[in-house]
């Protein structure tokens, strides 16, 4: 280091400093990788800045003239390169056998040294390790990739009752070097087949959410993703190299229903797992195998236990047309935020009627659906249906373009107009909801909604809890007293008589003698 030091040269010295820790920082940044641009800029710059002040005290040898004690000038620079390395040190995190944030520590040690070799006037040796870091951190990365190394990890397996054994399991060796199956099923398809791949860097959109008319068409395939809000700016990120996540695969992908409406998770609090934890009253996994877990949420559901159910929570996005909504309202204990036609426009969208769709009235039920039109009335009826959709599409148009407020422009919107909702409810909740809408007596219209959540979305989720939903809940029969009893009259008799297989004359020969007579039934004239 000269003597005297010149202000140009400690320009020169600063500005090599930022050129280099930019580089390294660019590196960093690039690949999604913490101590990014900023962060490496000022670790070496200030590494430089420490070795400048260190060069422009060489003239007085560390003395100044009004004292007689001498400086180390050489602490300045020890100092930094010491706290940098504890610095370094705090990046490091270990996770169990996973060790992350050692690069990160090594780069900015590595920095540290640049910017005292840059800032001490060693240009030829800063710029050496400039171009020796970039070869490290780029070009070394590709052939690392290529090693072939030892991969742990730690997978948690939710096996239904028709899968394999503990024991298949045990016996099956997964080859982490091989791409996944595209043809393989359910879990296996993401993760079975070997390492999760790094998801694609994916651009943002100016928007965070898509607009109605954006969002509104598409529907050709069987489910799609959707544009999701991202927090901070940047996507989520799995932290284990290995993770199957089924909430993660199903979150923010849009499942088509009807002609323009759908049904998309958001986000699920809890699994199967969680109810178990709930009814057990415990805070970790334990000791249970997961035939005791099924166990258990079958006699929970058997028994209509709801608590455990209720500590599992999901949150849908979905878009309805608002006479099925009208119904879908109805169930309470939901939380609900609605799309505004208050605030915003209406959506520019409402479900339109295939001519063969057209249904009569059931005769036996005043607010169900009998057998299909014919198919030239349903024609002429689907013909009617859009010009009618037009007209009032034109009144709400001309109102909002005419200056109406919004509340009111909207007054005269059809039924078939579809609106969207955030909607979040428990999982017992969800499950009556499920039962009451799946049901053949339902509204074939949001009996698709519900199919589509129970099916798509529930089901993966919470698969031992779907299991028994199915065999008890709706597949189930719920009998009586008054069936029991009959039950119980029909096998004496049956027994007494010796046959095996009751008819009508048996059926009607164990019936209570109040039940003989043919009497009106005023219920169902209530109900006509």
Known sequence: MPLELAWHEVAIRLALTVFAGGCI??????????????????VCVAAAVSMIQANLLLATAGKTPDSFIVLDLMRLPLGVLSGMG???????????????????????????LMGLCLGGGQLGLGLSMLAVGMLVLGSLKAIERRLKQDRHAVLRLTVLPDGPSEDDLRSIRLDFNRAPSSNAAGCGARCGGGLREKP???????????????????????????????????????????????????????????????????????NDQAVVQAARVSYGEGTRQVSDDRSLIRYLLRHRHTTPFEMAEVKFLVRVPMDAWRQWIRHRTANVNEYSTRY??????AQRTDPAAWRTQATQNRQGSGDMLPADLGADLSQAEAELLEQAREVYQRRIESGVAREQARKDLPLSTYTEAYWKIDLHNLLHFLALRMDSHAQWEIRQYARTMGEEIVRPLFPLVWEAFVDYRLAGMHLTRL??????????HLAAAGRARATLD????????EWSEIKRCRERDECR
Not at 25 to 42: D, F, K, S, V
Not at 483 to 492: A, F, G, K, N, P
Not at 506 to 513: E, I, K, N, R, T
């Open 506 to 513: 048996d059926f009607l020969a164990v019936q209570p003698p």
């Open 25 to 42: 920082g660019l590196n960093r940044g690039e690949h999604g990788q913490p101590a990014g641009l900023r962060t490496t800029i000022l």
């Open 344 to 349: 915003s426009l209406a959506i520019d969208a």
């Open 86 to 112: 504890f610095i370094g040190a705090g990046a490091i995190l270990r996770r169990g056998n996973l060790v992350m944030g050692v690069t990160t520590a090594a780069t900015l040690w590595y920095v540290t």
């Open 483 to 492: 069936d029991r009893e009959l039950i119980q009259r029909l096998m004496v």
């Open 200 to 270: 694609s860097r994916r651009r943002r959109s100016s928007n965070a959410w898509p607009s109605a008319k954006a969002s509104s068409g598409s529907t050709g395939s069987r489910s799609e993703s959707v544009a999701r809000p991202v927090a901070n700016g940047r996507a989520g990120r799995h932290n284990h190299g290995i993770m199957c996540d089924v909430a993660a695969d199903l979150r923010w992908k849009k499942f088509p229903v009807l002609d323009n409406g759908f049904v998309c998770l958001v986000d699920v609090m809890g």
